[in-house]
Structure formats: structure tokens, C-alpha cells
């Protein structure tokens, strides 16, 4: 099966700051990204996905890259803003309608 | 509409109950899933149901049974639960079951078993 892993599991930025989180997967496979926001005590919400095919894919204030011959993925947030404070987890696709959720990784932006 | 919605949002029950799980979707997706989330930690899945067939079972205990009515409602019939069996129940739903269709999810159940 798919293998997913996130770092880190803890990240506190400023204000203003950026945020970048890391993802590696192990099946040669997948072939979807998602990562999903999840805030407390709140759904997971969809905020970006990438497929393969595609090397780097950006909404507004977000960026995720892939690059598949290394099975790496990354989240990137610019001027992060309190409202980014949630845990965010990365998802790699395998088998057929299969997620494997990265551990997830607690922002904290601090004012 | 695009939204999953499920019901109840919070349900305690003891050992020995028998509970339903309620979820509703109705953005004509065809695929509908089951995970489970323990705190702290990812969604975990549990059942995928495809056109109303369930195609994935994640090797899920006997007492979480599911049930596809049709293309909109999934339910998770829940009997003799243990205790470790307490945690958020989300529902998701998708276009075909495939693995590039993005899944949205419901707002969950938070279920306590006493």
C-alpha cells in the first residue's frame, strides 16, 4: 500500500511570514495530491490539490509542488494570517478511491 | 448545493445500543465514503461505496455495518460498540470512485461509546 509522510508535525510562524510543509510518498503510482485544512473541532475542507501530470499549482495565497521522480510534495502559504492557524494534512491517491493521509502538521501563526 | 451534511452531530451510546449514522449528499457524486478520526490523528478509511455498491471494506469490524439507499444517503449502522470505537465518523462523497476525484467531507458525528 501507499506510504505517506509529513513534516513537520508542529510549525509556529509570524504573521506575514511563510509556511512550507513537506510530504513524501512511496507508491510510484499515485497519481492525485490533495491537502486538506482541517481546523478545530471542523471537517477536513479541500484547499488544493495537484495531479501528476502537473509539476506546481497555486490558488491566492497557496502553492503546492510535486515533483515525482523524488515522491515529494510540498504546501506553500505566503503572508500567512492568523485564519491559517489549523492542522493540515497531505493525501497521496493509491489503489482505486484510496487516500492515504499524511500524519498532519499543526500550524500555529502567531500575531 | 455543495455540501455533505450528516447527522447527528454528537451521539452517546452504551455498549449494548443499536445507532444509526446519517449522511447526505447532493452534488451528484456517485462515490461515498466512510473514515473514521480518532483526535490528533488522520481520517482513517473504513468504506467506500461506488454507485451505490460497496466496493472497499478496510477490514472493519462486523459491528459497523453500512448502507448505500441510493445515490444521495449513506447510513453506518452501529451495534455493540467497544469504547475504542469512540471518535469522529466523517462521511465523504466524490464523482466516481476514482483515484484523482476530489473528496469532500461532511462535518461529522462525534461519537462517544460508554
Known amino acids: 500500500g501507499e506510504n505517506v509522510e509529513q513534516h513537520p508535525s508542529t510549525l509556529s510562524v509570524q504573521e506575514g511570514d511563510s509556511a512550507v510543509i513537506k510530504c513524501t510518498y512511496s507508491d510510484s503510482a499515485s497519481n492525485y495530491f490533495p491537502w486538506y485544512k482541517q481546523e478545530l473541532g471542523k471537517r477536513p475542507q479541500l484547499i488544493i490539490d495537484i495531479r501528476s501530470n502537473v509539476g506546481e499549482k497555486k490558488d491566492q495565497r497557496i502553492a503546492v509542488t510535486l515533483n515525482k521522480t523524488a515522491k515529494h510534495f510540498s504546501l506553500h502559504i505566503t503572508e500567512t494570517q492568523p485564519e491559517d492557524s489549523a492542522v493540515y494534512f497531505c493525501?497521496?491517491?493509491?489503489?482505486?478511491?484510496?487516500?492515504?493521509f499524511g500524519a498532519g502538521t499543526q500550524v500555529v501563526v502567531t500575531p | 448545493d455543495t455540501e455533505v451534511t450528516q447527522t447527528p452531530k454528537h451521539l452517546v451510546m452504551g455498549m449494548t445500543n443499536k445507532k444509526s449514522l446519517k449522511c447526505e449528499q447532493h452534488?451528484?457524486?456517485?462515490?461515498m465514503y466512510w473514515y473514521k478520526q480518532k483526535a490528533k490523528k488522520p481520517p482513517e478509511l473504513m468504506f467506500v461505496y461506488s454507485y451505490e455498491k460497496l466496493s472497499i471494506n478496510e477490514s472493519v469490524p462486523s459491528r459497523f455495518s453500512p448502507e448505500c439507499p441510493n445515490s444521495s444517503l449513506l447510513n453506518l449502522h452501529l451495534h455493540a460498540l467497544q469504547p475504542e470505537d469512540s471518535a469522529l465518523y466523517l462521511c465523504?462523497?466524490?464523482?466516481?470512485?476514482?483515484?484523482?476525484?476530489?473528496?469532500?467531507f461532511g462535518p461529522g458525528t462525534r461519537l462517544t461509546v460508554t
Open positions: 452534488m451528484g457524486h456517485r462515490a
Open positions: 465523504a462523497s466524490s464523482q466516481p470512485a476514482g483515484a484523482s476525484y476530489e473528496q469532500y
Open positions: 493525501a497521496a491517491s493509491y489503489s482505486w478511491g484510496k487516500l492515504q
